[in-house]
């Protein structure tokens, strides 16, 4: 995730006349508004989508929804890599580039950026904090989904509800990654006494037929992914399963393209998500449906782009921002992002849960989280009525969770 290039993707409309050709910034006429955008586009664990998601909100929002308070919103993208020396890197040129906030995309290194941000008074704003770093403590930062423990919490909490009592479930090797398998999990195997074990697979090299035959042999209630690389990760461990002849439910994490990609292995199976997912429209509420059809038509315009989850949570995390800063008076600053964005009380965010960002603990706004079932037709149907809140009790004992 690192080359470090700024793209002010707000301002870079074509030449052409007609009116899908138009620079959606072009008709607002306020100083522009410069965020940076912690991409992770490459590197041993990129996450495809979260660039195509912010391209496409930026369009959106400078186009649909007339900026912030008439200015247009221009998007300084940094690639990033994993690495902490790149998200460092990253965040002196969003500093000396005068942002007045930085987007995490799912950042592995995010922690790299905050002591030069923080120093410099720039908010770390994202979804959920991949960096287990930048997840435990408040200060500077502000994500409007839940912890990463929400969702496996969530989920195990759901598997437990409907009778599944064993789970085995694999996470890319990387240093981050050790704390959810080797103290997370078993910490809330005990709490919701369930018989649980985790493994990991190579970053670089993953096997996953070798990884399917590890969680198979044990036969689990539950077996899959507590987070996953990418998409094709997805899919290859799908079908791994139910060739090793797994019968059990298969979860995804937050992958989508699986189901399309193998229709007769998904079915059954499960996958969590921070916001509403095309997939599942048709249960959203009636509101959030015409929110779904509109990020989808702007994503799916991103010429070369990706979609799924990733797509649809930066575009959530983007035009959450854009909403929650529209009507303030005078010149943002990150001082008055951050004490707004701060401020916030059930404030309803895009396709995604009524937040509070105002926890003194926590740098997310919400703990309530989705948990989605497979169907036969290939939806996806929430297995609990809407957002699903894991147990307080828990997720205390979690340090930045609550």
């Known amino acids: 995730m690192l080359s470090v290039?700024?793209?002010?993707?707000?301002?870079?409309?074509?030449d052409g006349d007609s009116e899908a050709d138009a620079d959606p910034a072009a008709s607002l006429d306020g100083p522009p508004i410069k965020v940076g955008f912690l991409n992770p586009s490459s590197g041993a664990v990129p996450q495809p989508g979260a660039d195509t998601g912010a391209e496409a909100a930026v369009d959106y929002i400078n186009g649909e929804l007339g900026g912030i308070n008439g200015s247009p919103l221009e998007l300084v993208?940094?690639?990033?890599?994993?690495?902490?020396?790149?998200?460092?890197?990253?965040?002196?040129?969003?500093v000396e580039d005068g942002v007045v906030a930085v987007m995490d995309g799912f950042n592995l290194s995010s922690s790299a950026t905050l002591p030069a941000l923080t120093a410099a008074k720039i908010p770390l704003v994202g979804m959920i904090p991949f960096d287990s770093v930048t997840g435990a403590e408040a200060e500077n930062?502000?994500?409007?989904?839940?912890?990463?423990?929400?969702?496996?919490?969530?989920?195990?909490?759901?598997?437990k509800e409907a009778g599944k009592n064993s789970v085995t479930l694999a996470l890319v090797d990387t240093p981050s990654s050790h704390q959810t398998i080797d103290t997370l999990l078993p910490a809330l195997a005990g709490a919701l006494e369930m018989d649980a074990n985790g493994v990991y697979f190579s970053p670089t090299n993953p096997n996953f037929t070798a990884l399917a035959a590890t969680i198979a042999k044990e036969n689990p209630d539950v077996g899959g992914l507590v987070a996953s690389p990418n998409e094709a990760a997805c899919t290859a461990l799908v079908q791994a399963l139910r060739q090793q002849g797994y019968e059990g439910t298969i979860f995804t994490a937050a992958c989508t393209d699986y189901i399309a990609a193998a229709p007769e292995e998904a079915a059954g199976g499960a996958l969590y998500s921070s916001t509403w997912l095309p997939a599942a429209a048709e249960h959203a509420p009636e509101e959030v449906q015409d929110d779904l059809a509109a990020a989808q038509e702007a994503i799916e315009s991103v010429e070369g782009g990706t979609g799924g989850f990733y797509a649809y949570a930066e575009f959530a995390q983007f035009v959450t921002f854009a909403q929650a800063l529209d009507g303030v008076d005078g010149e943002l600053t990150g001082e008055t992002v951050l004490t707004t964005l701060k401020g916030l009380k059930d404030f309803p965010s895009f396709l995604g849960a009524d937040i509070s960002c105002d926890s003194p603990t926590s740098p997310n706004c919400t703990t309530e989280m989705l948990l989605f079932e497979v169907q036969d037709d290939g939806t996806i149907a929430p297995l609990t009525d809407g957002f699903l809140q894991p147990v307080p009790e828990v997720l205390a004992q979690i340090p930045g969770a609550t």
């Open 5 to 14: 290039a700024a793209l002010a993707l707000a301002g870079c409309g074509s």
């Open 141 to 159: 930062r502000v994500y409007f989904a839940a912890p990463q423990a929400s969702f496996l919490v969530g989920a195990m909490q759901a598997f």
């Open 77 to 94: 993208s940094c690639d990033t890599d994993t690495t902490p020396e790149k998200a460092t890197a990253c965040a002196n040129q969003f």
